[in-house]
């Protein structure tokens, strides 16, 4: 199971950005506005978006303001200290 983003904007962003949502929770009476241009590009994008009542948001959000919409993301990759500096010699070994 992944993490969550919560909120109209925050799920936009993350549509335009090529962010790794693998689903779209929109509540089933808000499709108006932001929430029809969140349909448009995930439909696009071919992420599936399922339609849910207020109750099952308020549920996976915590609490948390979602303004009717949800998304299912990847989790998030922690790279350790090491990681990160050997990378970075990695990219810099390369320059002459």
Known sequence: MGEY???RNPVIELL???GKIRKIFLED?????SALKIIAIAKD??????KVNRKF???ISDGQNHQGVGAEVENYKYYS???IIDS???KTS???
């Open 5 to 7: 983003i919560f909120g």
């Open 16 to 18: 335009e950005q090529e």
């Open 29 to 33: 009476k808000k499709l108006e506005g």
């Open 45 to 50: 994008k071919n992420i599936r978006i399922e």
């Open 57 to 59: 948001l308020d549920k």
């Open 81 to 83: 200290l090491e990681e």
């Open 88 to 90: 970075g010699a990695k």
């Open 94 to 96: 390369n320059i002459r």
